[in-house]
Nanobody, 117 residues
């Protein structure tokens, strides 16, 4: 199975932007659907954005219009562009890959995003 490594997290002021990357160790196109979850302190992990098919996406209501998920299949990498960040976006962001054949999920270790002035 693939391994996932997230990067791009950090500290940003409210209203700022970050782009998270999730690099997979192997081929993802046609095998996995990819997405992002996040977990804030004291809260459950929640879906942020995901590919539901190779081209269709879905977003949490709280990030709709501000976040964009994209993929570079040649690089086996998925991105999460986050704009107009708010303090409530502060969380550890996890990349995941869902194998459409085995239905098993693979998770990255997460990257911290902190939105604060």
């Amino acid at each position: 199975q693939v391994q996932l490594v997230e990067s791009g997290g950090g500290l940003v002021q409210p209203g700022g932007s970050l782009r998270l990357s999730c690099a997979a160790s192997g081929r993802i196109f046609g095998i996995y659907t990819m997405g992002w979850h996040r977990q804030a302190p004291g809260k459950q992990r929640e879906l942020v954005a995901t590919f539901t098919t190779s081209t269709r996406t879905t977003y949490a209501d709280s990030v709709q219009g501000r976040f964009t998920i994209s993929a570079d299949n040649a690089k086996n990498t998925v991105y999460l562009q986050m704009n107009s960040l708010k303090p409530e976006d502060t969380a550890v962001y996890y990349c995941y890959a869902h194998n459409v054949f085995t239905t098993k999920d693979v998770w990255g270790r997460g990257t911290q995003v902190t939105v604060s002035s």
